[in-house]
């Protein structure tokens, strides 16, 4: 069984800096794709950042330049390096491999 746990978020002033982490267990994550969404407060889950078994990354115009994700195959996780946050940032993040979701961390960009 599939297993993704995230963590790494929480409260950070805009301008600030977090690195979420997804660590998958049950599967050998190196050969699949694997993305982080976000959903904010009566707004629908969207896309953020994906990384493929060849680390190509495709990012969200939102984000893009200032999150970077990544992935460490031994450690069978992946990251989301997130930079410059804003309010707008604030939201709920996931990760996804194939059809299963984690659990969630909240991350909130405030003064």
């Known amino acids: 069984q599939v297993q993704l746990v995230e963590s790494g978020g929480g409260l950070v002033q805009p301008g600030g800096s977090l690195r979420l982490s997804c660590r998958a267990s049950?599967?050998?994550?190196?050969?699949?794709?694997m993305g982080w969404y976000r959903q904010a407060p009566g707004k629908q889950r969207e896309l953020v950042a994906t990384?493929?078994?060849?680390?190509?990354?495709n990012y969200a115009d939102s984000v893009k330049g200032r999150f970077t994700i990544s992935r460490d195959n031994a450690k069978n996780t992946v990251y989301l390096q997130m930079n410059s946050l804003k309010p707008e940032d604030t939201a709920v993040y996931y990760c996804l491999l194939r059809n299963t979701w984690g659990q969630g961390t909240q991350v909130t960009v405030s003064s």
């Open positions: 049950g599967v050998i994550m190196r050969f699949y794709a």
């Open positions: 990384i493929t078994a060849t680390t190509t990354t």
